[in-house]
């Protein structure tokens, strides 16, 4: 695969401070301007003032100039607009959002394996005389790097054209009538484009280290601020990882996941149909309204989606 991961997005908000306030209470890493990273991914979230959130643009990494090359020319042979205008770069445009893609030349992100700290279960007790690492730690939770985004849009059939047939993605999983998870890493999906009545940004993803890290995670982000709350814990049927929701002041949603499907040999992957309940969860709570849909579509629908 030309494509290895999902490198970097930039998000357009109505007020940058608050908007910069939640992600830095979310664990990433201030730098300069109103740019984060994660401790893994460096900078991978930049933020730009935008009369509505919207997804200004995303970054994905191939391995070389001539990954760009191919890019470029199964872009313009689906008739989708690919430009060339420097070496290790390629700047497209999702037509249906509006969004701009880039793809950059950049080395394969080698992470710092985790290693799971011993478990008691039925017949097996690796850990003795001591209490669970999960609830010693005390060090916030640091999201290790972005994992996905989520994209609404009103034109699914081209949208998925542009990503599947001009930039490469494979297809991991389809939730029937609503959309399809679609990967160009590893990770079981880096994108989810959805049917939406207008372009948005549902959420995006970021990797912590376990389950225990999503709660402790959540727990510091929520404990001033309820009202970020918006759906979790929770694991999906779809990717199979743990997750937890919570909304920015500009009302885009972000996820701390873990334990995420890696596929490796395509060839051993068998994409599902999903219906239902089981194309959003496999168990937690039932996702709120808001979460299936946004409070704030109706005023995209009104008045549009420019910046």
């Given at each position: 695969?030309a494509l ?10 109505p007020?940058l401070?608050?908007a910069?306030?939640f992600?830095?209470d ?7 301007g ?8 460096g ?18 990494a191939?391995?070389?100039?001539d ?21 290790g770069r390629?700047?497209?445009?999702e ?15 080698d992470q710092?394996?985790?290693v799971a ?11 003795v ?5 999960g ?9 290790r ?12 059939e081209?949208?998925y ?6 930039l ?14 679609l ?5 079981h999906?880096?994108?989810l ?5 207008v372009?948005f ?19 510091a ?5 309820p ?7 929770g ?13 920015d002041?500009a009302?885009?949603?972000a996820?701390?996941?873990s ?6 040999d395509d ?10 309940a089981?194309g959003?969860?496999?168990w ?7 979460f ?10 009104i ?5």
């Amino acid at each position: 695969m030309a494509l290895h991961r999902l490198d970097s997005i930039v998000l357009g908000v109505p007020d940058l401070a608050t908007a910069a306030t939640f992600y830095e209470d979310f664990g990433l890493i201030p730098h300069d301007g109103h740019r984060f990273a994660s401790t893994e991914g460096g900078v991978q979230l930049e933020l730009v003032h935008s009369a509505r959130r919207r997804l200004v643009s995303a970054r994905f990494a191939v391995d070389d100039d001539d990954d760009l090359q191919r890019a470029a020319r199964e872009l313009r042979r689906s008739e989708f607009a690919a430009v060339l205008p420097e070496p290790g770069r390629l700047h497209t445009v999702e037509p249906t959002t509006g969004a701009e893609i880039e793809l950059i030349t950049a080395p394969r992100l080698d992470q710092t394996p985790y290693v799971a700290p011993p478990v008691n279960a039925p017949g097996r007790n690796d850990r003795v005389d001591a209490r669970a690492a999960g609830i010693m730690i005390t060090d916030r939770v640091r999201p290790r790097r972005l994992g996905h985004i989520v994209i609404g849009s009103p034109d699914y059939e081209t949208a998925y054209a542009f990503f599947v047939s001009g930039l490469g993605f494979k297809v991991s999983d389809l939730v029937k009538g609503h959309g399809a998870f679609l990967r160009c890493s590893t990770d079981h999906h880096n994108v989810l484009l959805q049917r939406a009545p207008v372009p948005f940004l549902h959420h995006s993803s970021w990797q912590v280290d376990d389950v225990d890290a999503i709660g402790r995670g959540a727990m510091a982000l929520l404990e001033d601020h309820p009202e970020r709350h918006v759906w979790g814990l929770g694991r999906h049927y779809a990717g199979s990882n743990f997750f937890w929701y919570f909304k920015d002041p500009a009302n885009n949603f972000a996820e701390y996941h873990s334990d995420m499907d890696c596929i490796v040999d395509d060839a051993l992957w068998t994409p599902e149909e999903l219906e239902g309940a089981r194309g959003l969860y496999q168990w937690g709570p039932p996702p709120p309204a808001s979460f299936l849909q946004p409070e704030d579509l109706a005023e995209h629908m009104i008045h549009g989606h420019s910046g």
